[in-house]
């Protein structure tokens, strides 16, 4: 693998990234948003794989393995907030909670 | 290399997701993501030069093929109006990015994201989804809610955006020239010396009268390399050149340094985990104990409300 070939991978990381974070600028949906993150962990884990396979090193997919665990846990939990607040408030539009803060 | 054109790229591609992003007619809004995904993919060959780099043409192809539907897919599913279809096109990220894995060796981590990803954490989204987005008032022709429809401060995001990428495409190009040098396919190798059973029953498959074991090298290895070819040493003398076959699975590479070199990572993970099932069974817990006490309100009438209202407040 060539470093050419290392950089066409991390700019599709990079852009990934990008369009998670303006993603979860810009939606109000609360899931969406959540769904966002994981489109960011998604940019994350190539770029991981992709050094680790240009190193020949495999910690980089022992990386993915964590990015995994921490996003099925972010993932439980902030379903189960989601719902919680859903209930409470009958929307998810992230604005209605703007007063959580007060 | 000249940094004007990947930033022109980056460019059209934030202002074509703006244009995607107001709540447009739908085929200004798909007409405006095509041209962010041209913009991508011109980025994409910008940075790496030809399809050659990828040591073969057709793995070239693949790569921009997956990429470009990885990144197409993205913006569809941040600028889709329906919570269920950004769902689904995220399922479609999580596909492309499994073939961006397999392009790069890593068969397991790209089933292993197929099955957690699309298989479990996406159902998960999917069921909160269907739970939380009943429509009310179905007489309304547009069901779509407004929060799904108009976007929060557009024009900052992607402001935000554009720097992040430019960043990104700046650091990349400059620094692809001084990446340090590529590793050996040598230290590959070195797992099979810490699977002892596994190299010698392999070895004696492939020659079964090698008195074993080998004899180590002054380094301490017992897989010796020469150029492009490594090779056992026995007591005797006798020399065994290792075919490729023989090198361990790519399963076989992660689960070791797994636990050779994460250990304290790998149980760590599992407190992660098992604190996320407390806290998820926990905030579900208490969300029943609240229509329980609403239930006692309008059981006890007046009296209690403003005490229970009280005590709510403060849980």
């Known amino acids: 693998m060539t470093s050419s070939a290392l950089a066409g991978y991390l700019i599709v990381s990079g852009l990934l990234l990008t369009i998670g974070l303006i993603g979860f600028l810009v939606r109000r949906n609360l899931i969406v948003m959540f769904l966002c993150t994981e489109l960011m962990f998604q940019g994350a884990a190539v770029a991981f794989v992709a050094i680790g396979r240009y190193l020949f090193d495999y910690s980089g997919q022992v990386m993915v393995i964590f990015i995994l ?10 379903l189960a907030l989601v719902v919680l607040l859903h209930r409470q408030r009958d929307t998810l539009d992230a604005d209605a909670y703007g007063e959580l803060y007060e | 290399m000249d940094l004007f054109l990947p930033y022109i790229a980056c460019l059209t591609l934030v202002l074509a997701l703006f244009v995607a992003l107001r709540p447009t007619s739908l085929s200004l809004r798909i007409f405006m ?6 913009a991508a993919g011109w980025l994409i060959g910008l940075v790496t030069g030809s399809l050659s780099v990828f040591g073969d043409v ?22 889709h109006d329906r919570p269920v279809y950004s769902a689904l096109y995220f399922v479609l990220v999580v596909l ?5 894995f397999l392009l790069l060796e890593a068969e397991f981590m790209a089933f292993a994201l ?3 990803y699309a298989g479990a954490i996406l159902i998960t989204y999917m069921f909160v989804l269907m739970l939380a987005n009943q429509s009310t008032d179905s007489n309304e022709l547009d069901s779509r809610a407004t929060y799904d429809r108009v976007p929060r401060e557009p024009a900052a995001a992607v402001g935000v955006g554009f720097l992040l990428l430019c960043l990104i495409t700046g650091t990349v190009i400059g620094g692809s020239s001084s990446m ?3 590793g050996s396919e040598q230290s590959q190798w070195a797992t099979l010396e810490h699977l002892p059973k596994q190299f010698q029953a392999s070895v004696l498959e492939l020659d079964s009268t090698f008195p074993w074991p080998p004899i180590s090298s002054p380094q301490g290895n017992m897989i010796r390399h020469e150029g492009d070819e490594s090779y ?17 699975r790519n399963t076989q590479q992660v689960g070791w340094s797994l636990v050779n070199e994460f250990p304290v990572s790998l149980e760590l993970a599992g ?42 407040d403060q849980s």
């Open chain 2, 58 to 79: 057709s793995q070239g192809l693949f790569f921009f093929i997956f990429s470009v539907c990885a990144v197409a897919a993205s913006l569809r599913m941040i600028t």
């Open chain 2, 96 to 100: 492309s990015t499994a073939g961006l």
């Open chain 2, 232 to 248: 056992i040493v026995s007591s005797e003398g006798k020399t065994l050149v290792l075919p490729d076959e023989l090198l361990p």
């Open chain 2, 271 to 312: 407190v992660i985990l098992l604190m996320a099932m407390f806290g998820a069974a926990i905030l579900a817990r208490r969300a029943i104990e609240i229509g329980e006490r609403e239930k006692q309100k309008i059981l006890l009438g007046n009296e209690t409300e403003s005490e229970e209202g009280n005590s709510g």
């Open chain 1, 69 to 78: 665990t921490v996003a099925a846990a972010e993932a439980a939990l902030a």
């Open chain 2, 114 to 116: 197929i099955i957690v």
């Open chain 2, 33 to 38: 993501i095509v041209v962010g995904v041209s």
């Open chain 2, 180 to 182: 340090p040098t590529q």
